[in-house]
């Protein structure tokens, strides 16, 4: 029996078995798997593959594409669901993607920067404990086990933590040594 406002999605996605109580079975046939989801449900596998597509794909150079055409593959199906605003078809690569305002039309926007500035300090936090790690312990870091490691880069991590969660960057300063000043001018009036 199909949930009011189910589509039948076919050869989009794999059936895996519902949980009890839970939403629709699909059909296998072969290699083609079916799967059915309400237009809500559509919408957000369509957010999922998006943004998992974005987390893979968005800082190479050659996108890998099994990735991309999978995605390409369910933007297609938006039409037929009803959500033809949430895609458009590239003439130039002859592939189905996601609208241009796509992130701003289901929110993505906003999950995405808190993604990024989440990642973004996180990466920083973990480089400046790994630097400061080397700094303090030199060629002894290549003998410590991996728990002493691991210890002593979390207590170097938790400051920088603690710190950047109290000042945000207002105290991290750079030192460029091979940077000078250029030269004051005098302003005549």
């Not at 050869?11 to 989801?37: C, Q």
């Not at 189905?96 to 993505?108: C, K, N, S």
């Not at 940077?179 to 009036?189: I, K, L, M, Q, S």
Request: hydrophobic share 30%; charged share 35%.
């Amino acid at each position: 029996m199909r949930h009011p406002g189910s589509r039948r999605i076919r050869d989009a996605v794999p059936h895996f078995p519902a949980a009890p109580g839970g939403a629709n079975t699909g059909t296998h046939r072969g290699d083609s798997m079916n799967i059915e989801l309400t237009k809500k449900e559509f919408e957000l596998l369509l957010q999922l593959v998006y943004t998992g597509n974005w987390v893979i794909n968005s800082n190479r150079r050659q996108p890998i594409k099994k990735f991309d055409d999978l995605e390409s593959k369910l933007f297609s199906l938006c039409k037929t669901a009803g959500l033809d605003r949430l895609a458009e078809y590239d003439q130039r690569h002859r592939e189905w993607i996601p609208a241009r305002d796509f992130e701003d039309q289901t929110g993505l926007a906003e999950h995405i920067d808190d993604y990024d500035e989440y990642t973004a300090m996180d990466v920083l936090i973990h480089r400046l404990a790994e630097r400061d790690l080397h700094e303090m312990y030199g060629s002894d870091v290549e003998h410590m086990s991996r728990e002493e490691w691991n210890t002593k880069l979390e207590e170097l991590e938790k400051r920088y933590a603690e710190e950047f969660e109290q000042h945000d960057l207002r105290h991290l300063r750079l030192s460029f040594p091979t940077y000078t000043a250029p030269p004051e001018r005098n302003h005549r009036h």
